[in-house]
């Protein structure tokens, strides 16, 4: 088996590592998917964003850029991991509003149509905002079925989608086995049908690159707090393609969606562009660690994010075959290196006891039923001897538990 260190030493983006927190311990961290390290300059920046811009600019800092920046950081998170031109991205609110938001939005645009197509091995939230979406619009959801090692396939859409069908809601990267789907394929099988699309690209962005604008995307959601390492809770992304920008429809009518907040008027008037989907005060605080490593991944550039990410999924991959298999471990995960995001499920019906052994060892993976463990590879801060150890342990704990 290769050995970890001739990887690491091998690797061109070896070297970023050491930007963050809790690289230098022996914790082995395998749930960048789910919260990324902190970079080291995140705390120092935090601390200068509070005794200079907040407590030196006070409410000045609105007209100085706050105000601004749910769009100006939508812009460099479109143009760096989403393949995104300008105008057409904003930051604000969690996944979960952004998404009802944008599903509000797609189902609004085609008036007269009945049904959500949706997988039924979504993520939860995305499956709970189209329920209640459909149950206050009065639609009905139409489930695909997949099978929860793979994922949805476009002749799964082809065969789901049809003339009732308003949105098609899916993730580029499924949340289990980091299936990869076929976006451009999918989108345009919706649009066949006169459906709009939604993309969940919580487990894409700042892994996968992503071609929202190749794609012929419509709308699109995502979490920064996962590849983008913003932290607990930082702010989402709304993509809004700008062939839809003047008639988007969003339902939280706020302030700050509005042409002209400080007018304070008695009506509602949509700002113009992607603005109108904000809706309150933006997180600015929460928005610093974004841009932070967002400052670096512009410097290694997506391609080589993903390339590092697709050898550290497959150095996994075959460390899991020689430790695990042999123990009736099951990669659950998609075999071909192109239909597979940043991460490996592993599955044995003791995952979930193995998960919370290895978490007392500082081995920290996690868990998702049916069975499931996931090895989540961060491209700027896993290294390959991390994965070897991190997998070494998992086997002890198998051992000890049969
Ligand atoms: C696919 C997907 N969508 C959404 C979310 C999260 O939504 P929120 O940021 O609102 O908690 C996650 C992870 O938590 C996710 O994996
Ligand atoms: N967002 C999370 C949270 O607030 C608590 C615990 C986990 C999460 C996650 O991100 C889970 C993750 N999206 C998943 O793919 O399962």
């Given at each position: 088996m290769t050995d970890p260190t001739l990887l690491d030493a091998d690797d061109p983006l070896a070297r970023h590592r050491d930007l963050f927190v809790g690289a230098e311990t022996p914790l082995v961290y395998f749930d960048g998917n789910s919260l990324g390290r902190p970079l080291r300059r995140t705390g120092p920046a935090l601390a200068a964003f509070v005794e200079e811009h907040w407590g030196g600019r006070l409410i000045r800092g609105w007209d100085e850029g706050w105000f601004d920046l749910p769009l100006t950081l939508g812009d460099r998170i479109g143009r760096v991991v989403?393949?995104?031109?300008?105008?057409?991205?904003?930051?604000?609110?969690?996944?979960?509003?952004?998404?009802?938001?944008l599903v509000r939005a797609a189902v609004a645009a085609r008036p007269g149509r009945r049904e959500i197509v949706i997988d039924r091995d979504s993520f939860p939230t995305d499956r709970y905002v189209v329920q209640g979406v459909a149950a206050e619009c009065g639609?009905?959801?139409?489930?695909?079925?997949?099978?929860?090692?793979?994922?949805?396939?476009?002749?799964?859409?082809?065969?789901?989608?049809?003339e009732q069908t308003a949105a098609v809601v899916l993730s580029h990267v499924a949340y289990r086995s980091a299936w990869i789907a076929d976006a451009a394929a999918i989108t345009a099988i919706a649009h066949d049908a006169g459906a709009l699309v939604v993309w969940d690209l919580s487990h894409s962005a700042g892994s996968v690159p992503v071609r929202l604008d190749d794609w012929?995307?419509?709308?699109?959601?995502?979490?920064?707090?996962?590849?983008?390492?913003?932290?607990?809770?930082?702010?989402?992304?709304?993509?809004?393609?700008?062939?839809?920008?003047d008639t988007v429809a969003q339902p939280i009518q706020g302030w700050m969606g509005h042409a002209d907040p400080f007018l304070m008027g008695p009506d509602w008037t949509p700002a113009p562009g992607v603005r109108r989907i904000l809706s309150g005060t933006?997180?600015?605080?929460?928005?610093?660690?974004?841009?932070?490593?967002?400052?670096?991944?512009?410097?290694?550039?997506?391609?080589?994010?993903?390339?590092?990410?697709?050898?550290?999924?497959?150095?996994?991959a075959e460390v899991a075959a020689e430790l695990l298999?042999?123990?009736?471990?099951?990669?659950?995960?998609?075999?071909?290196?192109?239909?597979?995001?940043?991460?490996?499920t592993l599955l044995h019906p003791r995952m979930r006891e193995v998960t919370a052994a290895l978490w007392q060892r500082d081995v920290i993976p996690d868990y998702r039923d049916p069975g499931g463990l996931r090895v989540g590879l961060s491209p700027l801060s896993t290294s390959f001897t991390e994965v070897r150890r991190g997998l070494e342990a998992t086997r002890e704990v198998l051992v000890v538990l049969r």
């Open positions: 989403l393949g995104a031109g300008a105008g057409q991205v904003a930051v604000g609110d969690s996944t979960t509003v952004l998404l009802y938001k639609l009905d959801v139409r489930w695909i079925e997949v099978d929860t090692a793979a994922g949805v396939t476009a002749g799964q859409v082809r065969g789901a989608v049809g012929g995307a419509d709308l699109a959601v995502g979490c920064t707090y996962k590849y983008l390492n913003g932290g607990p809770g930082a702010p989402a992304f709304a993509y809004v393609a700008e062939r839809h920008l933006p997180p600015v605080v929460g928005m610093l660690p974004l841009t932070l490593m967002l400052d670096l991944v512009e410097e290694v550039g997506i391609e080589a994010v993903r390339a590092k990410s697709q050898r550290l999924t497959a150095y996994a298999e042999p123990l009736g471990v099951v990669n659950g995960s998609p075999r071909d290196p192109d239909r597979l995001g940043g991460h490996v």
